[in-house]
């Protein structure tokens, strides 16, 4: 049991790391995590519901998780095959696709939530 408990902490210890690393040297996680920032606090700012939060939260995750994802593939492709190779570049476009469909998720969320205190505001 100890053991157990010693291999799962080793785990988050990976995990936390490349969180870390993904948030240091990824422009497109920074990027995503200043626009999500702003739009937390217009959440706050609007005061968008319990469900509404969970909805965007899970959304945010999607995305942030794909990019990773994506970001593991892309790294991973580099160093299997340096040079650029049409098969690669097939690989590394689906990858790119997948962070697309999270993102376009994410902006239909988006409208869905917050258009409506759009449209009660004028």
């Known amino acids: ?5 010693k291999g ?3 785990s988050f210890k990976y995990a936390f790391r490349g969180l870390f690393l993904l948030l240091k040297t990824e422009h497109s996680i920074m990027a995503q995590t200043f626009v999500f920032s702003l739009i937390i606090i217009l959440g706050f ?3 968008i519901s319990n469900q509404d939060w ?3 939260i899970i959304a945010m995750g999607l995305v942030m998780a794909i990019e990773g ?6 790294k991973l492709a ?5 040079e650029h ?3 690669i570049g097939f690989i590394k476009d689906i990858s790119a696709g997948a962070v697309t469909f999270a993102a ?11 258009l409506p205190y759009i449209i009660n505001r004028t």
């Open 85 to 87: 190779h049409p098969k």
């Open 78 to 82: 580099d160093f299997v095959h340096k």
């Open 69 to 74: 994802m994506n970001t593991a593939v892309e």
């Open 45 to 47: 700012t609007v005061g």
């Open 104 to 114: 376009l998720t994410f902006i239909i969320i988006f409208v869905i939530t917050y």
């Open 8 to 10: 799962r902490l080793q």
């Open 1 to 5: 049991m100890i053991l157990f408990i």
């Open 54 to 56: 969970i909805n965007q």
